[in-house]
């Protein structure tokens, strides 16, 4: 909002300094300290608020060290976080750009169904919340929306080169700085996304049936919705796991979210894709404003919930991390990064599964059920090792962090 309303002024009034709303490094700088303030200021009068209202997590008893001391403690901070993403990105970003549109779906939709998991959980006193399928529908119905839209909306295209330039009515003349070589580029819609450690870094999901025989845009079109669901229930998940200890989710995801803010940019900015090159996504730059927000939202969120934890985020904060991260990746084209970038929402998720599946395969083979790790998800089995879960979370910090430099790094190693 404050985007138009400056550019109004200045085009008007000229005056001076004006015009710094027309860079995203500015407005993002900016709705990162925006979030920040949001977060920080005024997520203790929504902590006082949660106390007052009582709005305190139950506590499980797991027998880790530690645990009593968490019961009570304020949840439904996610909030604090939905507001530290919305306000900045509303006043900062273009609002017509289909990209925030979707982002701003995103958090809305997911943050919704975990608020209504967490008020089911603590107002009335139901333990198990939303039910699950309830939130696989939710999670279903997001991943729909986004593939639609995406593979649909004519504002959602890639640019490529193209052969026959008299066949595109908008293809423009292109000169390669290291060659010299002349060549036609034309903003098309695309199934292609970017693959790493892949010679051409571009694999085309129209191509995953054809080697059965079965090609065409219906085909292309439900395995690319098959994807786009399973990413964003399975990352939407994984941030749901992560969040079982003080502060794992929140620096975790905000390591994710910075790189992909420099993901959305060099693939919003026609020089620097085409020098790593990699898909050009035009329009995707505005993206970098909300991921400026989203990272300043959870390291705001730090604040209050770094260990000991003053608030949880619950699952109103993890399960739209989660399908921001999903959504965001899938948007730049970036999608089949998550397990490099997500790497630890990907060994908490195999964690669990790991346990379930070999503790019932034990049950049925031998009649007793057995474990591969004390308990899971994996950082419970290091608190049950007696690991002290400040030191668990730094050392996954660290792991994220490598992963992050990892991700970036794909982009040349092929």
């Not at 400056?6 to 993002?28: C, D």
């Not at 899938?330 to 630890?344: A, D, S």
């Amino acid at each position: 909002m404050l985007y138009y309303l400056f550019t109004w002024i200045e085009e008007y009034t000229h005056i001076p300094g004006l015009g710094l709303f027309q860079y995203i490094s500015f407005r993002t700088a900016i709705a990162v300290i925006l979030s920040l303030v949001i977060t920080t200021v005024y997520g203790s009068r929504l902590i006082r608020m949660l106390q007052a209202r009582q709005v305190g997590e139950t506590i499980r008893d797991l027998g880790l060290e530690g645990e009593k001391q968490k019961q009570g403690t304020p949840t439904m901070g996610g909030l604090i976080i939905l507001a530290g993403i919305l306000v900045p990105t509303l006043l900062f970003a273009k609002l017509d750009n289909i990209y925030v549109i979707l982002m701003l779906i995103t958090t809305v939709w997911m943050g919704t169904i975990g608020f209504v998991d967490d008020y089911i959980k603590v107002f009335r006193k139901n333990k198990e919340g939303l039910a699950g399928r309830f939130k696989i529908v939710g999670q279903v119905g997001l991943g729909a929306i986004i593939a639609c839209t995406m593979y649909f909306h004519p504002e959602i295209v890639v640019r490529q080169q193209v052969t026959d330039p008299a066949a595109y009515e908008q293809a423009q003349l292109r000169v390669q700085e290291s060659t010299g070589r002349k060549y036609y580029t034309e903003d098309v819609k695309s199934t292609k996304t970017n693959i790493p450690f892949y010679k051409n870094n571009e694999f085309d999901y129209a191509k995953v049936l054809s080697v059965f025989g079965l090609s065409g845009p219906i085909f292309t079109f439900l395995v690319f919705l098959v994807v786009v669901v399973f990413i964003v229930t399975a990352v939407s998940n994984g941030a749901n796991i992560t969040d079982g200890i003080d502060g794992l989710a929140t620096g975790t995801s905000a390591t994710i979210g910075g790189t992909l803010a420099i993901l959305s940019y060099v693939s919003g900015n026609v020089v620097f894709s085409n020098y790593l090159n990699i898909m050009y996504v035009p329009n995707s730059e505005e993206l970098v404003i909300f991921a400026g927000a989203f990272v300043g939202a959870c390291t705001g969120f730090l604040w209050y919930n770094s260990y000991p934890a003053q608030v949880f985020m619950g699952d109103t904060g993890s399960l739209a991390i989660g399908g921001i991260i999903a959504a965001f990746a899938v948007l730049i084209r970036k999608e089949l990064l998550i397990p490099i970038l997500c790497g630890v929402f990907l060994i908490e998720n195999l964690s669990v599964i790991m346990q379930v599946s070999y503790f019932k395969y034990t049950k049925r083979k031998y009649g007793e059920g057995r474990r591969i790790f004390l308990m899971s998800p994996l950082h419970h089995h290091y608190q049950k090792k007696g690991y002290h879960e400040a030191k668990i979370v730094t050392r996954f910090w660290i792991l994220g962090i490598m992963l992050a430099i990892l991700t970036i790094v794909t982009l040349k190693i092929r």
